[in-house]
Nanobody, 115 residues
Framework: QVQLVESGGGLVQSGGSLRLSCAAS????????TGWYRQAPGKQRELVAT???????NYGDSVRGRFTISRDNAKNTVYLQMDTLKPEDTAVYSC?????????WGQGTQVTVSS
């Protein structure tokens, strides 16, 4: 069974940084795409960033240039480095890995950016 556990969320001031981690219970090297999504209250879930096994990265328009996604296959962990945070980045951030025919999701971690 695939389990994903996020950590690293919290409260930070505008302009600050946070690093999120997503630890998987399985070898992520077998999953082509891993990534992060977020959902703010009253809004739809949106793409933050994805990364493939080949290292190709894709970012949402609102975070490009400020956030960096990476993955460590040896540790079965996906990271999201978030810099220059803004109040509009406040949301629940969830980790995702794409399997055959379905996506697997973590429970999410809250990120709150104060102005």
């Amino acid at each position: 069974q695939v389990q994903l556990v996020e950590s690293g969320g919290g409260l930070v001031q505008s302009g600050g940084s946070l690093r999120l981690s997503c630890a998987a219970s399985v070898s992520i090297s077998t999953f082509y795409v891993t990534g992060w999504y977020r959902q703010a209250p009253g809004k739809q879930r949106e793409l933050v960033a994805t990364i493939t096994t080949g290292g190709s990265k894709n970012y949402g328009d609102s975070v490009r240039g400020r956030f960096t996604i990476s993955r460590d296959n040896a540790k079965n962990t996906v990271y999201l480095q978030m810099d220059t945070l803004k109040p509009e980045d406040t949301a629940v951030y969830s980790c995702m890995i794409r399997g055959v025919g379905r996506d697997y999701w973590g429970q999410g971690t809250q990120v709150t950016v104060s102005s």
